[in-house]
């Protein structure tokens, strides 16, 4: 059966490649599944047919012969069990590429994130600057611990995984800012990431989904 996902009809990022459905989108090209994409709307989202598949009306959504699915994690993880190609066979090796599933996800994403989402809204704030600040600080003490992690070494263990993956996503957000300049192995990682054939087919597929959408207006 063939594997269905949800994604944005009309994505907010306006096909930059950071909605979640990118990852999971990403995911399947590295092992080569073939997939169908649902386009929702908004409103679609909110609907006793999608909250069935994901309670909390969000994208991306998972479904292959029976199963479904929601949460990128998640998502992702169940792809890497199932094929061969994000997660090594020896078993220390692998249990440390699900340890940078995690990492990406708990340790990196929130910060990165919570400084985002400041930024888009808070700016104008009298106090803005002095809680930016605060922001910026805890997503930079993050990034020096992982850029002394990676050092001169490509990806996060001896070869590319779903800890990969997930972190070049997650790092994908800091698109908007010149943070990263400030750790170079961190950026060049970031390029590494989005240099894969991969990630190349799974951005054009959504870039061509939200240019599709955009044109029928």
């Known amino acids: ?20 459905d990118m990852r999971v989108r990403w995911a399947l090209e590295e092992v080569g ?7 929702l709307s908004f409103e679609a989202m909110k609907q006793p047919g999608h909250l069935a598949l994901h309670p909390f009306g ?3 959504t998972y479904e292959e012969n029976g199963l479904s699915l929601f949460e990128t994690g998640s ?11 994000l997660l090594p066979r020896e078993a220390k090796a692998r249990a440390r590429a699900i340890t940078w599933i995690f990492a990406a996800l708990n340790t990196m994403e929130p910060p990165i994130v919570e400084l985002e989402t400041a930024v888009r809204e808070e700016r104008g704030k ?22 002394t992690h990676l ?3 490509e990806w996060l263990e001896d070869a590319f995984s779903a800890g ?24 060049t990682y970031l390029a590494r990431g ?24």
């Open 1 to 20: 059966m063939t594997i269905t996902i949800t994604a944005f009809e009309r994505s907010p990022d306006r096909g930059r490649g950071l909605a979640r």
């Open 33 to 39: 599944q073939p997939y169908d994409v649902r386009l």
């Open 58 to 60: 969000q994208i991306p």
């Open 75 to 85: 998502i992702v993880f169940h792809i890497a069990e199932r094929h061969a190609g």
């Open 126 to 147: 009298t106090w803005h600057a002095e809680h930016r600040a605060i922001l910026e600080g805890r997503v930079r003490t993050r990034l020096g611990q992982l850029s």
């Open 151 to 153: 050092g001169t070494a």
């Open 164 to 187: 990969d993956l997930l972190m070049v996503s997650v790092l994908m957000r800091l698109a908007w800012s010149d943070i990263l300049d400030d750790y170079p192995n961190l950026a």
């Open 194 to 217: 989005q240099a894969r054939p991969a990630y190349r087919r799974a951005f054009e597929a959504q870039r061509a989904a939200f240019a599709a959408a955009s044109a029928g207006d």
